[in-house]
């Protein structure tokens, strides 16, 4: 069982789920000297034959077949060993002055991203990158229905250092009774910039960007990235919309392929320029009601995993970068994606 407590120091809350703990580590038995071995293509539970081996279908893009069998295009599946469960309480306990705690309520669910298990996102076709967005925005509208979810949180972890637990690509939704403190406090400071000038901070980020030019990795008729002025890790790259749009859910069905298009040429950039580094996204976006506001700009983050986090870092709160932007997307941009 699952549940959150209340730290009182941050006012932020902390999911504990012990059941987490049991995951495979994307790891079957060793078989070489120097360390255990993935799952072999065909092998894991994410591999088409292998339906059996998870939970029910949640929803899929399938060309062909029955629910829980080959022909899928994309799957989702609740996870094995989810830090949030639909099924807990969402009500609020107190213990004391200061400890407050809830159950475990929220969902989580995996995101088999195509039927490959060895092909990255980077070198999937654009219409394969497309059904992974669409699924994923699918899934985001469907579990807002529910009221006791406030955020949704898309993200993927390629990569052992990005703390992936399964070599087969997939990403993973977390929906949460409560908006984690990161998250209000990016919407708090957009909130008060619009509130002073009447304009949406991403947006005009974004346009400072457009005209400085030099963070610009790619872009098309819709989307830039860009590595962002005060980056807090080396090669941190965002995908924003040039139009202004608060909500990933609320995005139009039609944008799916532009924003499809710049996510693989980015990915791309980083598999061929920085090696294939592991790396964790993110889709940032806005809250529960927030959808129709004009505060925030929903976005992608893409941090590669180049850098360790050390003791600075964790006693102040600050991060030190040891490559400017600048030099950084100056380096992607040169990076031959066709």
């Known amino acids: 069982m699952s549940l959150l407590r209340f730290d009182a120091t941050t006012s932020d809350w902390v999911i504990f789920a012990p059941e987490r703990a049991r995951r495979p580590h994307a790891r079957a038995p060793a078989a070489v000297e120097g360390g255990p071995a993935p799952f072999a293509p065909g092998s894991c539970p994410f591999c088409p034959g292998n339906e059996h081996l998870t939970g029910p279908e949640i929803y899929a893009l399938r060309g062909t077949g029955a629910s829980n069998a080959p022909g899928w295009q994309t799957r989702v599946i609740a996870n094995k060993f989810p830090a949030l469960r639909i099924e807990e309480d969402h009500r609020r306990y107190e213990e004391g002055t200061l400890f407050r705690f809830m159950g475990g309520c929220g969902a989580h669910e995996v995101i088999v991203e195509s039927p490959d298990h060895d092909r990255l996102l980077a070198h999937q076709s654009v219409e394969q990158v497309e059904a992974v967005l669409r699924t994923l925005q699918a899934r985001f509208n469907d579990l807002l229905r529910d009221a006791r979810f406030q955020t949704i949180i898309l993200f993927q972890n390629p990569g052992e250092t990005a703390g992936t637990s399964l ?90 392929r532009p924003l499809a298009g710049i996510l693989k040429t980015v990915l791309l950039k980083f598999d061929l320029g920085l090696d294939n580094p592991d790396f964790n996204l993110t889709i940032n976006t806005v809250p529960r009601g927030d959808e129709d506001k004009k505060y925030f700009l929903w976005h992608i983050e893409i941090v590669p995993r180049l850098t360790r986090t050390a003791g600075f870092e964790l006693g102040s709160g600050m991060t030190i970068n040891t490559v400017l932007p600048e030099d950084a997307a100056r380096s992607l941009r040169e990076v031959e994606t066709t």
């Open 167 to 256: 070599h087969h690509p997939h990403w993973q939704l977390i929906a949460t009774p409560v908006v984690p403190r990161l998250l209000r406090l990016k919407h708090a400071v957009a909130t008060d910039y619009f509130d002073q000038t009447g304009n949406c901070l991403y947006c005009v980020l974004l346009a400072d960007e457009l005209a400085f030019g030099e963070r610009i990795v790619a872009q098309n008729d819709h989307f830039a990235a860009v590595m962002p002025y005060a980056a807090h890790a080396p090669f941190e790259t965002w995908i924003l919309p040039k139009e202004h749009q608060s909500s990933f859910g609320w995005m139009p069905s039609e944008r799916l």
